[in-house]
């Protein structure tokens, strides 16, 4: 066989090749659900009392997205096999805007956006002169844009909700940052850093305007804050950590209520890491030594508690990020499990 020929047989058959893969990859099932039904359904508390928090399911990554190659991509998993896909190492924190779902993971020195309904995966590092290292929280704050706290670096970046890098700001009050939350009745963003046991706000995001709170026990103090949550009607929620306790301040930023001490009693802490409110002014908090989340009234009296250590539905291995997004859908970043747990709140206003 000549060699023109020999080489026009290799080139048929890779075209060959590709029309195949291309065409399996036309005629493939759509896609299945990301969170598939689950039956019978797991909830808190358990019947016959009525259900107030039902397991969804989780994500680990980008292989939860369950996308199937397609075009170019199916062709070189025809020939080379699939691809490695990124899975989470140490999911820190969770922010939802619609259907993306960013997690920080301070294992990977990444935030993760998986977007549910294009069924899509982007790894977001941060500017290339000055990448992001240990990215601890992350809020979507008004939906327009992504903020990230980064304790490595004493930094807050802002991307675009594609994952874009568009700014860094970093102040000289902050050398720990671990917290952000958008207070939308002050048009604000508050700041908790750990080494200041403080909390600081900004509007301009040039100047930190305002300062609450100081080492020390006292209503007002702090002892290593951990966690923000910021709700119109409530105000201000800090996660005290190693007071044991949470704080609630007023939209002047004073402390109106204290919940909360060391303890293994329901409604104590051992270590409280994050916070959220749900669309009944239900104030969570994750305890990543009790390994469970505990649910209070806006007045600080405990209605429901949940989770144990495992890595069941249900179950969590040092827990740290929450967030509620605007379905009542409860995001948890269980982190030693290396999962996101999702759970809906379900609603009296709903039934």
């Not at 995966?121 to 990448?131: A, C, F, K, L, V």
């Not at 080494?195 to 609450?212: G, I, K, P, S, Y």
């Amino acid at each position: 066989m000549s060699v023109v020929r020999h080489n026009a047989v290799v080139r048929g058959g890779l075209l060959a090749a590709m029309g195949c893969a291309v065409l399996l990859a036309g005629c493939q099932a759509p896609s299945g659900p990301i969170f598939p039904t689950v039956s019978p359904p797991i909830v808190w508390p358990a019947p016959p009392d009525r259900p107030r928090i039902r397991y969804i399911g989780e994500l680990r990554g980008e292989a939860s997205l369950g996308a199937r190659p397609s075009g170019w991509e199916a062709f070189q998993a025809a020939l080379a096999g699939p691809r490695a896909q990124a899975e989470f190492s140490r999911p820190a924190a969770v922010a939802v805007a619609g259907e993306r779902v960013f997690v920080a993971d301070t294992g990977l020195g990444s935030v993760h956006l998986l977007d549910l309904a294009a069924r899509r995966y982007t790894t977001i590092r941060g500017s290339p002169s000055d990448p992001l290292r240990v990215p601890i929280d992350v809020s979507v704050g008004d939906g327009t844009q992504l903020y990230v706290v980064d304790r490595g670096r004493a930094a807050v970046d802002v991307f675009d909700l594609d994952g874009r890098w568009r700014a860094t700001h970093r102040w000289p009050e902050l050398t720990a940052p671990v917290a952000i939350a958008w207070d939308a009745r002050g048009r604000r963003f508050w700041l908790a850093d750990a080494a200041a046991h403080a909390c600081f706000a900004t509007t301009d995001w040039r100047t930190l305007e305002q300062r609450v709170g100081q080492r020390g026990s006292a209503p007002g103090q702090f002892n290593f804050p951990t966690a923000l949550a910021a709700q119109p009607d409530i105000g201000l929620i800090v996660a005290d950590a190693m007071n044991f306790r949470v704080q609630v301040f007023g939209a002047d930023a004073t402390p109106v209520r204290v919940f909360g001490q060391k303890g293994d009693a329901a409604g104590d802490f051992a270590r409280p890491r994050a916070v959220a409110v749900d669309s009944d002014q239900h104030i969570y908090v994750v305890d990543n030594q009790f390994e469970n989340i505990q649910i209070f009234d806006r007045d600080g009296r405990l209605l429901l508690a949940f989770g144990q250590e495992g890595a069941r539905p249900g179950e969590f291995a040092l827990p740290g990020g929450l967030t509620i997004d605007a379905q009542d859908r409860i995001w948890v970043a269980d982190g030693y499990n290396r999962r996101v747990q999702v759970f809906q709140y379900l609603s009296e206003k709903a039934s």
